[in-house]
């Protein structure tokens, strides 16, 4: 059976004209269920963001470089986005709930091990594995929410599962600054395992599991294979190409090596019985817009983040928990505005929403990319406010958007294809704002330094200040003149800045582009298949 027949016949199963049989107990309640898988998705979302807030603590504790704190953040994504579609693949073949449950119990054990790791290379490792087990429990969430909900009340289910995923993702610099500054790095780790304990419980007492009638029965193991090795290639090369150089032979060598196994892997799922992607499912424009859409959307805000606590620690000199207190309006925002974008996205339709929140992105993205070492609250205040405004509506819409689009037989490929394109394109922005961030300092450092007068620097030296100032850090050494230290620290924070700005610039004309990207989008075609279907 081809990846196009899959698709044709999901989309044809039979509906249940009578829809849902009566809940009774506590076992697949709909809004139960929705509170259980919440708890889970929370934990995953939240430790997204949260350990931003703390990368700062973990380079000074660990003594780890610029690519090592990189990796904190694109070791877990990439790990999420490597293995979401294959999640969902499980989920579809052994059932959500079973997928779910297993993925609150790993993401907790591996939270626990970060916390008791003494070096960069172990949180590094505990890291992927917490993105591991992250994968299968996210489109295991979307997956139980379709089955679970009947039609009418579908969109509104969804809508504040997004809502719990945009609280949670902007939340987590607040959290992630009140655990740093009071207790430990650590700590924003071992919350996860209390977190993961009441989720498991819940699970097991609440969550019913749905499956498919017609389940996939086989995996492709060479489709994982070449897109987990894709993947690699492509993010390996954005994050070392700054070292390299872009034009080095390295650099274009992984590049070349992670566009030929793309090609290959969309050949081979052309080809096998039951492909990781049914590339058919792409036929569908809206569909494919809503993925496009995701990437583009995650690309600008999870990369500008991660420059952001940088910006406020290290140059405005705040505590991590200011840091926090300094993002309430974006974290606030994005609370106040998911519920109502839930409900204009369910009475309207996703395409003006949508293309309304990407230009308040965008204009959010240019004027921090206006920021200065003396940029006052309220400015900052104004975009950060700005930013969750239009970040809101996408991360809700977009849900429907890719699930909606799909058919019901697929709805664990959609929801990990779903949360892929969010953890693809949040590593692509770090790692592609960080490529740039680095570039410019480079460039800049020496002329900057030159022109303020300070003593010369051998080519060694130049390169450690360059370390430093990437994440807002003034090189000065223990016993020098306050005056000239002075100059350095001024030097350090303008080049951080401008380099900083050069990434939201970026960012914003990514946003534009993903503005017009959500154009094409509309409601979801197969969104009315709901609850009803495979139970067991």
């Given amino acids: 059976m081809t990846s196009q027949t ?43 963001t949260i350990v931003a807030i703390a990368n700062p603590a973990i380079q000074q504790d660990l003594g780890a470089s610029l690519a090592d704190v990189q990796w904190i953040t694109n070791g877990y994504m990439l ?28 993401f907790a054990a591996a939270s626990a091990a970060i916390g008791f790791s003494s070096s960069v290379a172990l949180v590094i490792v505990f890291r992927v594995l917490q993105g591991l087990f992250g994968a299968l429990l996210m489109p295991a969430a979307l997956g139980l929410l379709r089955a679970t909900f ?3 009340k579908l969109n509104m289910a969804i809508g504040i599962w997004g809502m719990v995923i945009g609280a949670s993702t902007a939340g987590g610099p607040i959290l992630g600054g009140v655990l740093v500054e009071h207790v430990s790095w650590q700590s924003v780790f071992f919350i996860n395992v209390p977190v993961g304990v009441i989720a498991l419980v819940m699970g097991v007492l609440i969550l019913k599991d749905h499956r498919a009638e017609n389940a996939p029965r086989s995996f492709d193991i060479a489709g994982i294979v070449l897109l ?20 080095d032979t390295s650099t274009v060598g992984f ?13 081979v799922q052309q080809r096998v019985k039951e492909p990781l992607i049914p590339l058919a499912m792409f036929r569908s424009v809206p569909l494919s817009a809503g993925t496009v859409l995701m990437v583009l959307m995650a690309f600008g805000f999870m990369g500008g983040l991660f420059f952001v606590t940088f910006y406020l620690q290290n140059v405005h000199g705040l505590s991590p928990v200011d840091s926090g207190l300094h993002l309430l309006p974006l974290t606030g925002m994005m609370i106040v505005a998911s519920p109502l974008a839930g409900a204009m996205i369910t009475k309207f339709g996703p395409r003006v929403p949508l293309v309304g929140g990407m230009v308040s992105t965008a204009v959010a993205m240019f004027g921090m990319s206006q920021l200065t070492v003396d940029t006052s609250t309220l400015t900052m205040s104004i975009w950060f406010a700005l930013l969750g405004l239009g970040l809101a509506p996408v991360m809700v819409g977009a849900t429907e958007v890719i699930v909606g689009n799909a058919p019901m037989e697929l709805s664990g490929v959609a929801g990990g294809l779903q949360q892929a394109a969010m953890q693809v394109g949040g590593s692509l922005g770090t790692a592609v704002l960080g490529a740039i961030m680095a570039a410019g300092v480079d460039s800049k450092l020496p002329d900057n330094w030159k022109e303020a007068q300070l003593p010369p620097l051998s080519p060694e030296q130049l390169d450690q200040a360059s370390s430093a100032i990437k994440v807002g850090m003034p090189p000065v050494a223990e016993g020098t003149p306050p005056e000239v230290a002075g100059k350095i620290v001024n030097v350090a924070h303008d080049t951080f800045v401008s380099g900083m700005s050069t990434a939201f610039m970026v960012a914003g004309i990514v946003a534009v582009i993903a503005a017009l990207v959500a154009t094409l989008t509309k409601r979801g075609e197969n969104a009315e298949a ?3 279907v495979g139970h067991i």
């Fill in 6 to 48: 899959t698709v044709e016949k999901a989309s044809q199963e039979p509906r249940d004209p009578l829809g849902p049989a009566p809940v009774k107990g506590l076992r697949g309640h709909p809004w139960l269920t929705l509170f259980s898988v919440a708890i889970g998705v929370m934990m995953v979302a939240l430790d997204g």
């Fill in 79 to 106: 790990a999420l986005a490597v293995s979401l579609i294959t999640a969902g693949k499980l989920g579809d073949r052994f059932g959500h709930r079973q997928t779910f449950l297993i993925g609150i119990a790993g």
């Fill in 150 to 152: 009947p039609a009418e």
């Fill in 228 to 247: 987990s090795a894709a993947m690699f290639c492509l993010i390996w090369a954005l994050i070392k190409g700054a070292e390299w150089g872009w034009g």
């Fill in 255 to 267: 590049l070349v090596a992670a566009v030929a196994l793309f090609v290959a892997f969309a050949l």
């Fill in 530 to 532: 709901g609850a009803g």
